[in-house]
C-alpha cells in the first residue's frame, strides 16, 4: 500500500510533524504493539512492528513536495485497506494542514 501526501512545508518541517505525530501516537496506542522499531536514515523512516498478531513494516520517505508512507499489509488485513488508507489519509491531512 503506497499513499503520497503533499505537505506544502520544508522537508525538515515535515519530518518535524511526522516525528511529534510519531511519537503522540505511540504515547497513546504503544501499549497495544509490541517489538515496535523505528528509524530515520536521511529522510526516511523505516518502521516494524506487530499489533493483535498482525505484523507490519514499512517506510516514510519525505521529500521535496511529499511525505510517502510505503507498506506491506499481511494478508490478513487486505480486507481492510480502504479503511487503513483512509486513517493514515486523514492523519496526513491532520499534520499538514494549511
Do not use: C
Request: proline share 2%; no cysteine.
Amino acid at each position: 500500500m503506497r499513499i503520497a501526501v503533499e505537505h506544502n512545508t520544508t522537508r525538515e518541517e515535515a519530518r518535524k510533524r511526522v516525528e511529534q505525530r510519531l511519537g503522540s501516537l505511540l504515547g497513546q496506542f504503544g501499549h497495544q504493539a509490541d517489538d515496535l522499531h523505528h528509524e530515520w536514515t536521511g529522510d526516511t523512516l523505516y518502521f516494524k512492528g506487530k499489533a493483535k498478531g498482525l505484523s507490519v513494516s514499512g517506510t516514510v520517505e519525505i521529500t521535496d513536495a511529499a511525505m510517502i508512507v510505503d507498506t506491506k499489509l499481511p494478508f490478513i488485513a487486505m480486507p481492510f485497506e480502504g479503511r487503513i488508507r483512509e486513517a493514515v489519509q486523514k492523519e496526513a491531512d491532520q499534520m499538514f494542514r494549511a
